[in-house]
């Protein structure tokens, strides 16, 4: 089993800069890819951005390309999610997910693992 915890929400203003974090626990697999997703009130889970453990090649939504910025820390199996200039549009509970095929992907339906999901808000 994979056990997934996020760190970092909360209340920022629109323009302002948060920083996710999604430590991962119990089985590793060097082939996982993490993933970050996000869900609005009355909206599906989206895809925001995903990275490969192995050599760190990273996807991004269009929406948050220039804005976000994945990365992982092997030593210390956490993934971040950097989030600048945040927009009103980006609120939304983010989740975590490892997925334990090679290779990452922008569908939440390969992911095989979520954490519990952090609450992001953005004033205007």
């Known amino acids: 089993q994979v056990q997934l915890v996020e760190s970092g929400g909360g209340l920022v203003q629109a323009g302002g800069s948060l920083r996710l974090s999604c430590a991962k626990s119990g089985r590793t697999f060097s082939s996982y890819a993490m993933g970050w997703f996000r869900q609005a009130p009355g909206k599906e889970r989206e895809f925001v951005s995903a990275i490969k453990w192995t050599n760190g090649n990273t996807l991004y939504a269009d929406s948050v390309k220039g804005r976000f910025t994945i990365s992982r820390d092997n030593t210390k199996n956490t993934v971040y999610l950097q989030m600048n200039n945040l927009k009103p549009e980006d609120t939304a509970v983010y989740y975590c997910?490892?997925?334990?095929?090679?290779?990452?992907?922008?569908?939440?339906?390969?992911?095989?693992?979520w954490g519990q999901g952090i609450q992001v808000t953005v004033s205007s």
């Open positions: 997910a490892a997925k334990s095929t090679y290779g990452s992907s922008p569908y939440y339906s390969e992911y095989d693992y």
